[in-house]
């Protein structure tokens, strides 16, 4: 089966301090990889994607996600908290023979404290 | 331009009330989806058109009809909802290459309140 899973459903850190945040997939097939923040009723926001090319992806605002096929993870990094980061990211995953279908992780709230 | 437009941005409406969403793109994507978001939970696909002619609808409840005109707009009407309905109504849209290149892009979505 397919699925996609975000390992913390709350992350907590300090402004100028790193963010992890966690995503690791389950598949047989390629998948491409979507990160994804959405911001107090708002709608999402794209951050960066990996599509089978660079395995390092940088997307905006700072971020930037590494895919590693052996350990089916896509893990999003930021070198320095901001404020403004504070938000809903959700991972997500297509997989190749099913283009029209996306699927979501549940989701990973960041805090960011002053 | 990644643009996907939705109006209205927040709507109330009473059960027995009859209204419609609506979303649109000029990126020239021929795929265009419905999605569904709860509170604190991610997105839950309702329905996806390509190239104007219903693909997928995850067993959405009648209440809710899609409708894609064209390829720039899509429609979600309306009609005897229940309070469990009230939710944020995203609409997003992407290429529908079949490719690798293929990305969702989200409007801000429609805030629904039904009483």
């Known amino acids: 089966a397919q699925s996609v899973t975000q390992l913390d459903s709350h992350v907590s850190v300090s402004e100028g301090t790193p963010v992890l945040l966690r995503c690791n997939y389950s598949s047989s097939y390629s998948p491409s990889l979507f990160w994804y923040v959405q911001h107090p009723n708002k709608g999402l926001q794209l951050l960066l994607k990996y599509t089978s090319a660079a395995t390092l992806v940088k997307g905006i605002n700072g971020f930037e996600a590494e895919f590693k096929k052996s350990e089916t993870s896509f893990h999003l990094t930021k070198p320095s908290a901001h404020m403004s980061d504070a938000a809903e990211y959700f991972c997500v995953v297509r997989f190749i023979y099913n283009f029209n279908k996306f699927y979501f992780g549940s989701g990973t709230k960041l805090n960011v404290k002053p | ?115």
């Open chain 2, 1 to 115: 331009d990644t643009e996907v437009t939705q109006t209205p941005k927040h709507l109330v409406m009473g059960m027995t009330n009859k209204k419609s969403l609506k979303c649109e793109q000029h990126m020239g994507h021929r795929a265009m989806y419905w999605y569904k978001q709860k509170a604190k939970k991610p997105p839950e696909l309702m329905f996806v058109y390509s190239y104007e002619k219903l693909s997928i609808n995850e067993s959405v409840p009648s209440r809710f009809s899609p409708e894609c005109p064209n390829s720039s707009l899509l429609n979600l009407h309306l009609h005897a909802l229940q309070p469990e309905d009230s939710a944020l109504y995203l609409c997003a849209s992407s290429q529908d290459s079949g490719g690798d290149q293929e990305t969702q892009y989200f409007g801000p979505g429609t805030r629904l309140l039904v009483l």
